[in-house]
């Protein structure tokens, strides 16, 4: 049962004093190579994937990758849609797997930022998900990191950090206090008694971006001030960017293969080290026996109709896959056929939610209330329901 509660990974590293990375992934290299280095160091980890990077990679094929190595693994393990850009994103983040959700209104004025956060959270606690806000902006220096609002830094206040998080509910928070998306230029300069002010105002796990480029004894102000997560990439992207130029220099062939050799290590060693730094070595026993799992619930209905033919029913079957699918926390809908003619029930929806609390959002929600009264219940007398919890992997 490797992927935990996020909400209390990141309070067990809040009371515990230590921070956990939450590294972005933009292929099967960075996922390898992270997961690797949190199981040498037994750490948790938070595997993030930023909408910024959309562009590099088909984020459900890669979800599908980062879902199944959380699986697989023996460390707890949370998965971050990093800087989520709409309400849909959020939706579609949640459905294919993610266990903790950023929404980045920063660009926003604060009132507008509180509007859209807030119907953020109200949908990811609806679904079991814990959500991070973003106050103040941390600019980017690079194209690659530079985000939707180019310019300078805006500090996080602890005045808008109290109101911001009385108002939108919010689990978590991204403060602004010097550090920038990218490469640092320069020395790193951090306003601590900023994050100490805050952190005393709002006593909840506090989210640095832009973690490359500091010195150690930086991070470990932030961790001593409430730092439990640190978003980290550059230094990956770099060291990985490092190796690919070795290879290409001294190798002789033009094999893609060659080229990428070594990358995963390279991630690897980069991680490795930031895990030593930031505390969290050592950390994946306790936090496994104080974290909560993240138990799927399974939503199965057996039916039989009489009413419909086997047209219509194929029919009405695939309608319910595309409109229930796209409910908050509906992570899969399976619709299926019983193969041998004795069985009590000829017909099956399997329809996986992301955690207990969907079983009521979903219940209430227009998509699935229209579908079950139109489409299924008229034509389904014959059914039995039941919710099943998962038990582990
Ligand atoms: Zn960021």
């Not at 939450?22 to 949190?38: N, Q, R």
């Not at 299926?336 to 000829?346: K, L, N």
Request: hydrophobic fraction near 40%; charged fraction near 25%; glycine fraction near 8%.
């Amino acid at each position: 049962m490797p992927l935990v509660q996020m909400a209390d990974m990141l309070h067990h590293a809040y009371e515990n004093h230590y921070a956990i990375g939450a590294f972005d992934v933009v292929s099967l290299d960075f996922i390898s190579g992270i997961m690797a280095a949190a199981e040498e160091k037994h750490a948790p980890v938070i595997i993030s994937l930023a909408e910024s990077h959309f562009e590099y990679f088909d984020f459900e094929l890669l979800m599908a990758a980062v879902v199944r190595a959380a699986e697989r693994s023996a460390i707890p393990v949370a998965i971050h849609l990093d800087h989520g850009d709409s309400f849909e994103s959020a939706v579609r983040a949640i459905n294919l797997g993610c266990t903790g959700i950023m929404v980045d209104a920063s660009n926003l004025p604060l009132d507008e930022n509180i509007v859209q956060t807030r119907a953020v959270v109200d949908m990811a606690h609806a679904c079991g998900i814990p959500v991070e806000g973003e106050l103040g902006y941390v600019p980017g220096v690079e194209g690659e990191d530079a985000e939707r609002h180019p310019g300078d830094i805006q500090y996080t206040t602890v005045e808008e950090a109290r109101r911001y998080i009385d108002e939108t509910n919010a689990d978590f928070l991204a403060v602004s206090i010097g550090t920038v998306h990218g490469r640092m230029k320069g020395e790193p300069k951090l306003d601590i008694e900023r994050l100490a002010q805050i952190n005393q105002a709002l006593k909840l796990p506090l989210v640095i971006h832009g973690g490359t480029g500091l010195r150690d004894d930086q991070y470990r102000s932030l961790i001593e001030n409430g730092v439990t997560k640190i978003n980290y990439y550059t230094a990956l992207a770099d060291a990985a960017g490092r190796r690919i130029k070795d290879n290409v220099e001294s190798e002789t062939n033009c094999s893609y293969t060659s080229h990428l050799d070594g990358v995963a290590e390279a991630i690897q060693q980069e991680a490795a080290h930031c895990i030593d730094i930031w505390g969290c070595a050592g950390r994946a026993g306790s936090m496994l026996a104080s974290c909560r799992p993240c138990a799927p619930v399974e939503h199965v209905i057996f039916f039989n109709t009489e009413k419909l033919n086997a047209a219509a029913i194929e029919d009405m079957m695939s309608e319910g896959r595309r409109v229930l699918g796209s409910i908050p926390g509906v992570q899969r809908v399976f619709a299926g056929h019983a193969f041998t003619e004795d069985s009590p029930y000829r017909h099956c929806w399997v329809v996986r939610f992301s955690a207990r609390p969907v079983i009521d959002s979903y219940r209430v929600h227009p998509a699935h209330q229209d579908f079950a009264d139109k489409r299924f219940r008229p034509y389904a007398g014959d059914r039995v329901s039941i919710d099943f919890e998962g038990c582990g992997t």
